[in-house]
Nanobody
């Protein structure tokens, strides 16, 4: 199983980015998928997740700004990030499978990470 992220980069505060994560080696349709991030000097945190029946979770700091979505036909999960702030700067990791319950997620598989830098 391989997860490949794309879409990271440098963006100014207030800007937008869309991250994509494509999974190969298995189908994601029966599993929760999500995005974590790890900022400088911080622990890795769950940013957003979506279950197999489309229930979503967002950490408080991104509610109203980020949107997670999944395209099971393409085996891909997305994270649309709007109104980005400097504190959103982090390496973002997609995750697949494992156990998810009400904001607690322990995935089976991880992507390699993509850097998002929000700076003027």
């Amino acid at each position: 199983v391989q997860l490949v992220e794309s879409g990271g980069g440098l963006v100014q505060p207030g800007g937008s980015l869309r991250l994509s994560c494509s999974t190969s080696g298995r189908t994601i349709s029966s599993w929760a998928v999500g995005w974590f991030r790890q900022g400088p000097g911080k622990e890795r945190e769950l940013v957003a997740a979506v279950t197999d029946d489309a229930e979503t979770y967002y950490t408080d700091s991104v509610k109203g700004r980020f949107t997670i979505s999944r395209d099971n036909a393409k085996n891909t999960v997305y994270l649309q990030m709007n109104s980005l702030k400097a504190e959103d700067t982090a390496v973002y990791y997609c995750a697949d499978g494992g156990t998810y319950y009400e904001g607690s997620y322990v995935p089976d598989y991880w992507g390699q990470g993509t850097q998002v830098t929000v700076s003027s």
